[in-house]
């Protein structure tokens, strides 16, 4: 049992570290529509490894994402996520060397997730 308490708490830190490699890129609050949202990145110097999208005070169904980057290519991600309020998406993961990104695009919609409008957050991990 001891072993036990010992494990939990050491494991700890850990999660401790690696929330601290995911950095807050954006957020707002979305209509109960569908619809898409726009973010301007302008607060990353690295370039992003993985993105992931939090959902507070409502719900969506995320269906793609667009990510722009500054040497002017795009890439498109289908996603068909649906995010519970209080929860995440999966991982999305960038390919390398693309660069930094300078916009993305999320397509998404409320419908049948309940009454009050969700805040998305979108969260980057830099690259190595």
């Not at 490699?21 to 209509?31: D, F, G, I, P, Y």
């Not at 507070?56 to 290519?73: F, P």
């Not at 890439?75 to 309020?85: E, F, K, T, V």
């Not at 060397?97 to 993305?104: M, P, Q, W």
Request: one cysteine or more; charged letters at 25%; hydrophobic letters at 35%.
């Amino acid at each position: 049992m001891l072993t036990l308490l010992w494990l939990c708490i050491a494991a700890i830190p850990a999660r401790t570290g690696l929330q601290q490699q995911w950095k807050r890129l954006a957020e707002r609050t979305v209509n109960h529509t569908t619809d898409h949202t726009e973010f301007s990145i302008d607060n990353i110097e690295q370039d992003l490894q993985s993105l992931r999208v939090k959902v507070t005070k409502g719900a969506i169904n995320l269906h793609r994402c667009r990510v722009e980057y500054k040497n002017g290519q795009t890439q498109d991600i289908d996603i068909l996520n649906s995010i519970p309020q209080g929860e995440e998406s999966k991982v999305i993961d960038l390919p390398a060397n693309n660069g930094t990104v300078t916009k993305l695009s999320f397509w998404y919609d409320t419908k049948n997730r309940g009454i009050q409008k969700a805040t998305v957050e979108v969260w980057g991990k830099a690259g190595n």
